[in-house]
């Protein structure tokens, strides 16, 4: 598992509005197998929190170090959950998924793609075009090749946004018991922050660019809407997101 | 049956046009032969053999034009469409290129590449050649920078990146600008085969003029339309075939 260094990190973009600069002077360290979502209002730098960690983006200023659990800097698998599903649409669910473990065994390679299918509960339409699918199907063919690769690192970016409730909370529960089973380290960016507290161990407030504030969430997995704690904590990060202005 | 309907209407109609207009005796049949006459003019070229003759000589040279005209314009749109260095280097050069009439450009054929085949195909080429190298840099270039992303977060090496993102990705584009390119180079031939040429459908169309035979002008019009056509429909079934996708399953 892979601990996540994040020291004095600056990202600038030049915008026809003149300099921006999303993220600044920013520190944060993700322990190995943590859970750990960021929130903030629009254009506080999240996603491109999310992208500099991925590296689809360069760092201005500042580093971003992955460890191993030796101690030494490494680098992890790291997969990515976008905010849209992002499918190959000549491909079929299967080969999209397929994409992400293609260098593995034919034989080894099927056995994954199947148990990830049948997990975000696709396996009816595995030999489907990501334009037959309705937008939540496609968000999960976008999540199961994201875990097909068992990755060290893995970067959600509003993955559940265009779920439904009720898929939602399904694969809520799912992605517990995928953590639970096989832990990695996680960032989830979103705006919801109850879909924040019923997974994350940690909850990171950003503001203007850096970190406001956190808070460790030490409730049990798993957890609900109606679990004791999660509506209180929740009320507590939403009263403080308000706050930030 | 009703589909098969909508295609044959227009043309029937044409047709029924013509019949009449021809019929008429208003217009000279110099000018306008009947149908009866042109279809005369059409079985007697076919049992001579002359018109597969033609036929056979005008799709050598449409088709060596085509073949090369693809290769080339598909290359370059790829290599252009990937390195801006590359792009701006041949631009004006290109441009250049592009907006000058392959017919004006016949007497240095000539000069060049004698009157054998060489100018004939190069007019060719010279027409079909940038529908193709234009579509091909446009579908390259339109390939979703969100979906390359994704191949840089599954580490594509350049050569899958290539077969499983940007080729797919552009395929309609360059099937389009393929699609146009033959009808160009179809089109060109007319053109081409006026250089001291002794066979071909253009040759056939400006010899018959030449002789006021108006009704194999119309034979050698009518199949290089038809061939067209025909051309673009297999063309459309092989790519088609060729895309992946719901509707070519």
Redesign the interface.
């Known amino acids: 598992m892979f601990r996540i260094e994040i020291d004095r990190l600056v990202k600038r973009f030049h915008g026809e509005s003149g300099l921006v600069e999303p993220v600044k002077d920013l520190s944060l360290s993700l322990e190995a197998g943590e859970v750990c979502s960021v929130i903030g209002q629009s254009g506080c730098g999240k996603t491109t929190l999310l992208r500099l960690i ?3 983006e360069r760092p201005d200023g500042g580093r971003i170090a992955f460890v191993d659990e030796s101690g030494r800097s490494a680098e992890p698998v ?3 959950v ?1 905010q ?1 599903p ?1 499918l ?4 079929n669910v299967r080969r999209n998924i397929e ?2 473990v ?1 260098n593995l065994p034919e034989d080894e390679r099927g056995r994954k793609v199947d148990a990830v299918l049948d997990l975000v509960g696709l396996k009816a339409v595995a030999r ?2 990501p ?2 699918l309705s937008g939540g199907m496609a968000q999960r063919v976008g999540l199961a090749r994201a875990l097909v690769n068992d990755p060290d690192i893995l970067l959600m970016d509003e993955a559940f946004g265009s779920l439904d409730a009720l898929m939602r909370q399904r694969l809520y529960r799912e992605f517990v018991d995928i953590l639970e089973k096989r832990p990695m380290t996680v960032v989830l960016v979103t705006h919801d922050v109850t879909e924040a507290v019923q997974l994350s161990g940690r909850i990171v407030l950003l503001a203007a660019g850096s970190v406001g504030r956190s808070w460790s969430i030490g409730l049990p997995y798993p957890r609900s809407l109606g679990t004791e704690g999660v509506g209180e904590l929740a009320e507590q990060v939403l009263s403080e997101l308000f706050n930030i202005d | 049956m009703q589909k098969w309907l909508s295609y044959a209407i227009l043309p029937a109609a044409v047709l029924a046009l013509w019949c009449i207009a021809s019929h008429t005796g208003r217009i000279p049949t110099l000018l306008l032969p009947t149908p009866e006459a042109v279809a005369g003019a059409l079985v007697s070229l076919i049992a001579g053999g002359d018109l597969f003759h033609h036929i056979g000589a005008s799709a050598m040279r449409s088709l060596t034009g085509f073949a090369l005209a693809s290769s080339l314009g598909i290359l370059l749109g790829l290599v252009n469409a990937r390195s801006d260095w590359a792009r701006r280097t041949g631009h004006i050069l290109l441009e250049a290129l592009r907006v000058t009439p392959p017919l004006a450009v016949i007497p240095l054929l000539i000069l060049w590449l004698g009157i054998d085949e060489a100018p004939k195909i190069a007019i060719v080429f010279l027409s079909s050649f940038f529908p193709i190298y234009m579509n091909t840099l446009t579908a390259v270039r339109g390939v979703d920078p969100k979906l390359e992303e994704v191949a840089r977060v599954l580490r594509f090496t350049a050569g899958e990146r290539f077969r499983l993102l940007t080729l797919p990705a552009a395929l309609p584009g360059i099937f389009t600008g393929l699609r146009l390119g033959f009808g160009y180079s179809w089109r060109a031939l007319v053109g081409a085969e006026l250089i001291a040429a002794s066979s071909g459908l253009g040759f056939l169309i400006s010899e018959s003029a030449e002789f006021a035979k108006t009704e194999t002008v119309f034979v050698g019009i009518l199949t290089i339309s038809l061939l067209g056509v025909l051309m673009d429909a297999v063309l459309l079934r092989l790519f088609a075939r060729l895309s992946a996708g719901p509707k070519a399953r």
């Open positions: 991925a590296g689809l790291i997969s990515i976008f849209e992002r190959f649409p000549w491909m994409l992400a293609r489907s075009y334009v037959e």
